[in-house]
């Protein structure tokens, strides 16, 4: 009885993971298409096989992509999108931790008008606000600059501020009692009691926006019409060119290690990501 019962346990359990590991390798399968692509000429790409394995590796397809365009090496392009992506994330951890602080701690008037406001904003696509925003930096001689792709992100962002507020939920109020008692200001209780018990959230946030960011295309479109001020997404771009030959092996090339650094941040974060979205902060 015991063994027809470990059997059925055994089976599920093989099953389970069979088409765990068969629905994985396909969510997966076109990024492992892109990287084996790297390694492929033009016409092999072209073909359209579902093969993994090039016939030919063709090293040269990095070299090729890692020089860039315009005399401009695609160092520089990694570059740009390290500065924009790192000082953006930064600037949207501190204020949207700052106003979630604010939100869900201090009661002030008009709170939840505010709250209702930053609710409002994230149900906005950003297709609505794009035309008026370039417009603004037009106005102000911002628009080519990396000014509008990093300061809207020291003014807060509503989808980490609900984050992080739902996060502070669970930080018992009475240690803010406790550090006022003491003496604490505002400010203090933030910096000391607050902001170390939010961790997991902060981590989360460096996360999702250091993908988002580094990802942003459409931004970089708008805003950077200079060569040496590209992005690595815009970059790639402009490997396809309508007007003659696209280089599609420099692409996925330039595409596969474009990957790496949001892989090593995901990894490097990864228990602390799965904690500031499952959890909700300290058990009362």
């Not at 088409?19 to 073909?47: C, H, Q, T």
């Not at 394995?53 to 397809?61: A, L, T």
């Not at 228990?271 to 058990?283: A, N, P």
Request: some cysteine.
């Amino acid at each position: 009885m015991q063994n027809e019962r470990f059997k059925r346990i055994t089976t599920k359990k093989c099953l389970y993971n069979v088409l765990v590991i068969a629905f994985g390798f396909i969510m997966i399968y076109p990024v492992l298409w892109m990287m084996s692509g790297s390694f492929k000429d033009n016409s092999e790409i072209l073909r359209g096989t579902l093969s993994l394995i090039p016939k030919n590796v063709k090293i040269s397809n990095y070299v090729t992509g890692w020089k860039g365009f315009s005399g401009i090496s695609f160092a520089r392009f990694f570059l740009n999108s390290f500065v924009i992506t790192g000082i953006a994330t930064f600037g949207t951890v501190i204020s949207s931790a700052l106003v979630a602080y604010a939100l869900a701690r201090i009661k002030f008037v008009g709170r939840k008008f505010w709250f209702t406001c930053m609710l409002v904003t994230m149900m906005l696509p950003s297709q609505v606000i794009m035309i008026p925003s370039f417009l603004i930096w037009y106005k102000v001689g911002l628009a080519n600059s990396y000014v509008p792709l990093i300061l809207p992100y020291f003014c807060g962002q509503a989808f980490f501020i609900y984050q992080m507020m739902q996060f502070m939920k669970g930080i018992p109020r009475e240690l803010d009692e406790a550090a006022t008692i003491d003496g604490c200001s505002k400010y203090k209780i933030f910096t000391r009691i607050i902001l170390p018990l939010l961790k997991p959230s902060i981590v989360t946030t460096v996360i999702i926006q250091f993908y988002w960011k580094w990802d942003d295309y459409m931004g970089p479109l708008l805003y950077l019409n200079k060569p040496e001020s590209y992005t690595a997404s815009l970059a790639i771009k402009m490997f396809a060119d309508s007007s003659s030959k696209t280089d599609y092996g420099a692409m996925f090339a330039m595409s596969t290690i474009s990957l790496i650094p949001v892989l090593v941040i995901f990894l490097i974060f990864n228990k602390h990501l799965v904690e500031g979205i499952g959890s909700s902060g300290l058990k009362s």
